[in-house]
């Protein structure tokens, strides 16, 4: 490999880019990695843009226009029409964990609490980590003060693990002073503990 000259100090984004350039040119190992890991995340994004096809049509047939479900995700216009056909294919289920994963976020709206006992559902009998992701990031984002009582119940749900965590912030945020108590009460856990006192403290500081 040729040797490169490297700058002292801090580089600039265009010294960086141009560094890489020659690394490039001067190692064709390294220029076949890169290439082979390129290919790799193309091949990702390609099997992933085919898995969600079908939802991205339905999507198209009640005149929501995307290329992705997450470019729903990163919306910040409402999207009514979209959330009864994400409902039905977060339920259907089958797609890749990141397509899973995707819907779920997706239908993290407020109107989606209509969805409320199918969310809990999904949740509760998530087929693939990305679902179960999704579906707590779902109810977490919709559940008011209706939904309280399931959101401390669902801390008990051992089996769903880490997604837990999600619930503490609408607890704290929807229950009041009992929602304030169960959250104090949460500290010392060894699973809730570090978001429970995180939340309490930026409370603290309103």
């Given at each position: ?133 999704g579906a707590a990031v779902a109810l977490a984002a919709c559940a008011t003060r209706g939904q309280f009582d399931d959101l401390v119940a669902f801390l008990s749900a051992e089996e769903r693990g880490q997604s837990r965590i999600y619930f503490i912030r609408p607890i ?35």
């Amino acid at each position: 490999m040729n040797s490169l000259r490297l700058p002292r100090g801090p580089i600039t984004a265009d010294e960086a880019v141009r560094l890489k350039e020659e690394m490039l040119r001067s190692d064709p190992e390294y220029r076949s990695q890169v290439e082979a890991a390129e290919a790799e995340r193309n091949e990702r994004a390609r099997i992933l843009h085919d898995a969600e096809r079908a939802i991205v049509e339905d999507l198209a047939g009640v005149g929501v226009e995307v290329d992705s479900v997450w470019d729903l995700v990163n919306s910040s216009e409402p999207y009514p029409d979209a959330l009864p056909v994400l409902m039905g294919h977060l339920e259907r289920g089958g797609y890749p964990d990141r397509v899973m994963e995707s819907i779920g976020r997706a239908l993290a709206v407020k109107p989606s609490v209509v969805f409320w006992d199918r969310l809990k559902s999904r949740w509760l009998n998530a087929r693939g980590p990305g679902e179960e992701d999704g579906a707590a990031v779902a109810l977490a984002a919709c559940a008011t003060r209706g939904q309280f009582d399931d959101l401390v119940a669902f801390l008990s749900a051992e089996e769903r693990g880490q997604s837990r965590i999600y619930f503490i912030r609408p607890i704290l945020k929807v229950g009041g002073d009992h929602g304030l108590a169960v959250v104090e009460a949460l500290q010392g856990d060894p699973v809730f503990g570090k978001e429970a006192t995180a939340l309490l403290k930026r409370r603290r500081r309103k």
